[in-house]
């Protein structure tokens, strides 16, 4: 890919596009977006094809499998615990 621009993006423009189309939960305009800036160069329409097709294998081979009850609950504590530390100073006159 070369420089880039609204309808060639980067390389790095592209990646940017792969992870906005697969992580990022963009709307269904905002996907068709990206997949047709993506459909210009072969290579990223390539590599947005084999990300889809490991994805896909990845769920079928590993998606009955389940993290053990007492991971998932750590998990979910460590993400609804805050921790707070409080710093105090003493002013002497």
Do not use: K
Not at 11 to 32: K, S
Not at 59 to 87: D, F, K, N
Request: glycine share 6%; charged share 20%.
């Amino acid at each position: 890919m070369g420089a880039g621009d609204q309808q060639n993006p980067s390389c790095h423009e592209a990646r940017e596009l792969l992870l906005e189309l697969l992580d990022g939960n963009p709307t269904a305009a905002r996907a068709n977006e990206i997949r047709h800036a993506l459909s210009a160069c072969p290579e990223c329409w390539g590599h947005l094809t084999a990300e889809l097709e490991v994805r896909g294998l990845v769920r079928e081979c590993c998606g009955q499998v389940h993290a053990p009850e007492q991971l998932r609950q750590r998990i979910i504590t460590s993400l609804t615990t805050t921790t707070v530390s409080v710093t105090r100073y003493r002013i002497q006159p």
